[in-house]
């Protein structure tokens, strides 16, 4: 026993980490439903976080969980996993870590440095980016208030306009819905200050702002981000306090109205896919509504931004029925995908919500989508599942280029099937 102590101490140390002090994440293989029921109530009873599934709702056997230990329950969570014979592995050893580095180097001069656009911002520096950029370019860029957060944060969104052509059709892109995927927040930023310095250079680029303005909102949920900065880098939620319930914070990716609150998304605001009260019942999925209402007829192209799982979907997530123009989506993130392989050797997978991932309704892309923006999609980001949510900065560049290549692949395929090509006549 003693010697099997000491190989045990052994083996840890020979890994480089001591299991008691640091915060993990597992990759966990239940086979049995009763090892489902214990990691349900694993994830449920302690203090843990889930990244994959959403929702212990969905563990099931022989599908992988990806688990967030904190150091303190760190010791009896593996306990109880090797107790019950769940096969784990650490995916993850030193999250504190990786939190820390993602979090040090946010300078006090934002802009003083080449590699801005390569780190993760706080959202006090975000604030201060969408303004010295709505500055610093006044004939392109607006910063239009279109809302305000629980907390009363202003959610600002940034008009691209690059050229002044008439009538212009638009792009919507929202970024930071959940707290927790910050490669989200640092796509927006990627992609405004792409367009600003490559629009004379870069053809693809160039063919979407010559007929499209943008619209692109950094930070949906920033009182969740903040949170994820200040106190809990796992929060998914907005901070919305419940009348019910000592439990904080609703989905607003399960609060538009698109089947709201229907299978796979819960009432019980203790869960992370509490749709809240009623439909639109949080500011934040009401001021994007409410824009999107006002600005129908002109957004042709809805894009929402989020982490992690490489993949390219559209609608619909809130049942499992087929969009009317399926075959058209889905050649274009065939397409989208298609590139990100070639380009950037990487694999993403595509296709309707509910079928490639699971039923989520009241999620914004179906709402958009059913409010008559019929080229609505959401992408998750990368990775898929070594860092999760806590894709070191080192890997933002080549994901935001990858996600830029699908954006610019499907901006481009919507101009080519809803504008006549410049010069010809109208259609009788
Ligand atoms: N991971 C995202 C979520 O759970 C997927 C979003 C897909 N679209 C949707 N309408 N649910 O919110
Ligand atoms: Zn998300």
């Not at 950029?133 to 691209?160: C, F, H, M």
């Amino acid at each position: 026993m003693k010697t099997l102590l000491i190989l045990f101490i052994l083996m840890n140390l020979d890994k480089g980490y001591c299991t008691e002090t640091r915060d993990q994440v597992l990759s966990i293989s239940p086979t049995t439903q009763e090892q489902v029921d214990i990691l349900k109530n694993v994830s449920t009873q302690y203090e843990t976080a889930l990244w994959q599934p959403v929702s212990p709702h969905y563990i099931k056997e022989e599908t992988q969980v990806h688990l967030f230990v904190p150091a303190n329950s760190s010791e009896t969570v593996t306990d109880l996993l090797q107790k019950h014979a769940i096969t784990h592995e650490v995916l993850l050893a030193n999250a504190n870590e990786l939190i820390e580095m993602q979090t040090k180097n946010d300078s006090t001069d934002p802009r003083s440095s080449s590699t801005f656009y390569e780190r993760y911002h706080s959202l006090e520096d975000i604030y201060y980016w969408i303004n010295r950029t709505a500055q610093d370019n006044p004939d392109k860029v607006k910063a239009i208030l279109i809302g305000s957060s629980y907390e009363k944060r202003p959610l600002y969104a940034l008009k691209l306009t690059l050229n002044n052509r008439p009538n212009k059709k638009a792009i919507w892109i929202d970024c930071g819905i959940h707290a927790r995927e910050w490669i989200s927040p640092a796509f927006c930023l990627w992609f405004v200050h792409y367009s600003l310095s490559f629009y004379k250079q870069n053809q693809d680029i160039a063919n979407i702002l010559d007929n499209m303005d943008v619209y692109v909102l950094p930070v949906m949920n920033p009182d969740g981000y903040k949170y994820t900065w200040t106190t809990n880098r796992m929060w998914r939620k907005n901070r919305s306090i419940s009348r019910s319930s000592a439990c904080t914070g609703v989905d607003l990716n399960r609060n538009f109205d698109a089947n709201w609150c229907t299978e796979g998304a819960s009432h019980e605001p203790c869960t992370e896919i509490y749709c809240g009260a009623f439909p639109e019942s949080e500011p934040e999925s009401e001021a994007v509504a409410n824009f999107l209402r006002l600005h129908k007829d002109t957004v042709q192209l809805y894009l929402s931004i989020h982490s992690y799982s490489q993949m390219l979907l559209f609608p619909y997530s809130c049942t499992l029925d087929e969009a009317e123009n399926h075959n058209d989506l889905l050649e274009m993130v065939q397409e989208a995908a298609q590139k990100i392989r070639r380009y950037y050797s990487n694999t993403y997978k595509y296709g309707p919500g509910a079928k490639t991932i699971y039923l989520a309704p009241g999620g914004s892309d179906d709402w958009a989508y059913n409010l008559g923006i019929k080229y609505s999609f959401t992408f998750e980001l990368q990775d898929r599942g070594h860092y999760g949510f806590l894709l070191p900065p080192s890997h933002i560049a080549k994901a935001c280029n990858e996600a830029l290549l699908a954006v610019k692949t499907i901006a481009n395929k919507v101009i080519e099937k809803t504008q006549a090509p410049m010069g010809s006549p109208p259609a009788a």
